[in-house]
């Protein structure tokens, strides 16, 4: 049978998101030959009926639009990049919508900061308007309109060069280190995979092409040239990354990959986050209205999966949150039996979590 841990996970994400709860059987319960799992599918549906007045009317905070394309399958080498950078932002718990390419014209761009196109081939001219009308700021990787190089040279002030061969041994230069601030120690991350140099203005360029040159023992490897190509290019509300971060850090699992896409965000990012907090990659944040002046903060913790397996997750400890926008007046958490007002001054803090947590921040009255 599934690892109950793993049901758990399953059911509290689907609520936490604001979708329906569904657990299936094959057969009845009486006579079932796997009631491991019963237990814990009782305990998140029994908290999801009693607190439905809060999950059932979720708004997200998200200043943060990710746009996937219209058939999301995870086995489609085509979406990696967008999971890729899922990923990076679930584990900087960066608060983000995700929206079908599709749906783009129905949305309300609005109250979103940035909006990410990852690896986007097919806008239409209508979509590309839309886009570019809204106030957001935007960030393409994963050669995005690649084909379209009028659109390309107008929105984005980038011409692609030659592909470069997806050879072991090219390079990025991280720099102008005024921006990529997770670099002090570290000069040039590695390139693989599809990409191509940015030809654009010379002040608009980051991320300097380093190509690849002999492959051999290291007396024999040396005559490294920085290139005139950049791998980015930022202009006032666009950056263009000509290479695929997403798809790399997917398989790979390389973080600078994420720092790279992060220090770009984070350099231009001029609104404040909604929360912040101390929580480690392994646990997955939520944070929607529900209200008046009122917020759910959930925590999910997925620090039990190890690459297949979920085991019990590692209780989180001396966990700390803050609210940067926010006049908190109250504080409560839900629990199974109800709700139960908790302790705040500054900041939320909580010596231990197990799965999950869920507390309702009440803003003060004026």
């Avoid at 940015?198 to 023992?217: D, M, Q, S, T, W």
């Amino acid at each position: 049978g599934v690892s109950k841990y793993l049901n758990q996970i399953r059911l509290y994400g689907n609520m936490a998101a604001g979708g329906m709860l569904d657990w299936c059987i094959i057969g009845s319960f009486e006579d079932y030959p796997d009631r491991d799992n019963f237990e814990g599918v009782k305990e998140v549906f029994a908290f999801h009926q009693k607190h439905t007045r809060y999950y059932s009317q979720l708004k997200s905070c998200a200043k943060i639009l990710l746009i996937t394309e219209q058939a999301f399958n995870i086995q489609r080498p085509e979406n990696h990049e967008c999971l890729g950078i899922y990923k990076m932002l679930k584990e900087s718990h960066l608060l983000f919508d995700l929206l079908e390419i599709s749906q783009l014209e129905s949305k309300n761009l609005e109250n979103y900061e940035w909006i990410i196109l990852p690896g986007t081939q097919k806008l239409s001219s209508q979509q590309c308007d839309y886009l570019q009308k809204s106030k957001a700021h935007i960030l393409a990787t994963g050669l995005t309109l690649e084909n379209q190089p009028g659109r390309l040279k107008d929105w984005f002030g980038v011409t692609l060069g030659e592909k470069i061969e997806a050879v072991r041994g090219s390079y990025m230069e991280v720099s102008p280190k005024s921006i990529f601030t997770s670099f002090k120690d570290r000069d040039w991350v590695y390139l693989d995979l599809q990409s191509r140099p940015i030809i654009c203005e010379k002040e608009n360029g980051v991320l300097p092409f380093l190509p690849a040159r002999r492959y051999g023992p290291p007396e024999r490897c040396y005559g490294y040239e920085r290139s005139q190509d950049a791998m980015a290019c930022i202009r006032e509300k666009t950056i263009y990354l000509s290479w695929m971060p997403g798809t790399l850090y997917y398989r790979h699992g390389y973080e600078d990959f994420k720092n790279i896409l992060l220090d770009l965000i984070q350099y231009n990012y001029k609104t404040k986050d909604s929360i912040k907090c101390n929580l480690p990659e392994q646990a997955e944040v939520f944070f929607d209205c529900v209200g008046e002046k009122k917020y759910l903060l959930q925590i999910l913790n997925l620090s039990g999966f190890n690459g297949m397996t979920f085991f019990a997750p590692i209780p989180l400890s001396d966990v700390e949150v803050v609210f940067p926008n926010l006049s908190v007046g109250k504080i409560i958490r839900l629990t199974a039996d109800g709700e139960e007002q908790y302790p705040f001054s500054d900041r939320l803090r909580i010596n231990k979590i197990n799965l999950y947590e869920a507390f309702i921040i009440e803003e003060t009255e004026e």
